[in-house]
């Protein structure tokens, strides 16, 4: 069967919440079902930015796999690895290195951004200019025909288009040109109507308890101009409602939007029933993570399966690199 390849990559952060699920992963979930999938954890990535505090990235590499494994990706259905377990990334990375022009990686606009937002890192390191080199070489040492992605990261995919096409020209066609495919995505926010993040303290995690969902969704902001029960809200700029679309059945969700706008259901109840509905959706993911935590073992052979996996592709294209470069 000739299933099209496609292949995504997160960095390790810490735990993941609603948003990197409802943003990236419930859309891999689904694609391991139509499509050949490769989803690795990008650890060199994440030194990229982070390489002056390293001690927690080992950690958090084992617990976003036991998150992946627990929302439901199948080392049966997909290839699941670590980056820094396949060396010949980094060997592809050095040879793209070669042919990848500095002014493509100096007006990548995610460069531009970061360069600005995070001024009290020093960035101003090869290693973070050439992210999108290393990122093209993640891409295309597995010949991806798709990368599923947030906007976000469109400019990477364009750099690893060029790249591959005038790696193609110089030493002939071995990489074809992969394509973004967008991910759709509820507009779901933290609990202060900012964009759910970690580092604005204001995400919802996987692996978090029914208490701490009922407290969380508590302290959700609703509609900004409904300060009184008494005051008729509106659903359609309101986050608990949001949630209730992705969470709550649908009678519920009328009921909360007529309801609402009627000021006859006030937030404080609202929240309760989402909480509930929440936590009852996260239960098996819960109860997953639980086991997959008890059972490091497991863990690891799945992390080792899936990297040999990943590794004979991409042996087989270093092979064809090599020949092609003739070195
Ligand atoms: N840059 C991506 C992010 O920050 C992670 C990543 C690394 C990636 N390599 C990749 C994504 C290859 C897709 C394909 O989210």
């Given at each position: ?29 689904k ?15 994440a ?28 080392p ?6 670590v ?117 604005y303290n ?125 070195i």
């Amino acid at each position: 069967m000739n299933r099209k390849r496609v292949l995504s990559g997160m960095r390790p952060t810490g735990q993941l919440h609603l948003g990197n699920f409802h943003g990236a992963l419930e859309n891999w979930v689904k694609m391991q079902e139509e499509y050949d999938c490769f989803f690795f954890i990008a650890d060199w990535h994440a030194l990229t930015s982070d390489y002056e505090n390293t001690k927690n990235i080992k950690g958090f590499v084992k617990n976003m796999m036991i998150d992946w494994l627990s929302v439901g990706l199948s080392p049966e259905k997909c290839t699941l690895f670590v980056q820094s377990h396949i060396k010949e990334h980094a060997e592809l990375f050095l040879l793209l290195s070669m042919i990848t022009p500095v002014p493509w990686l100096e007006r990548n606009p995610t460069y531009k951004e970061q360069i600005a937002q995070l001024s009290n890192k020093d960035l101003s390191t090869f290693g973070f200019l050439g992210y999108p080199v290393l990122q093209a070489a993640d891409i295309i040492i597995y010949k991806a025909d798709g990368v599923p992605v947030g906007v976000d990261q469109v400019p990477h995919v364009e750099i690893t288009r060029e790249i591959a096409r005038r790696f193609n020209y110089f030493y002939g066609e071995i990489f074809p040109e992969p394509q973004a495919i967008l991910t759709q995505t509820p507009k779901i926010l933290g609990l202060d109507r900012r964009k759910m993040s970690k580092s604005y303290n204001n995400a919802i995690y996987l692996s978090e308890s029914p208490d701490e969902i009922a407290k969380k969704v508590s302290q959700m902001i609703t509609d900004p101009q409904r300060a009184k029960k008494s005051d008729p809200g509106n659903p359609e700029v309101c986050n608990v409602f949001e949630f209730h679309k992705l969470y709550s059945e649908k009678d519920i969700v009328e009921r909360a939007d007529t309801e609402c706008r009627k000021a006859q259901i006030g937030c404080v109840e609202c929240k309760k029933i989402l909480a509930k509905n929440l936590s009852s959706a996260l239960a098996p993911i819960r109860e997953k993570r639980i086991y997959y935590e008890s059972h490091p073992e497991i863990v690891a052979e799945l992390i080792m399966t899936g990297g040999n996996k990943a590794r004979k592709v991409a042996k087989a294209t270093m092979e064809e690199v090599r020949g092609a470069v003739k070195i």
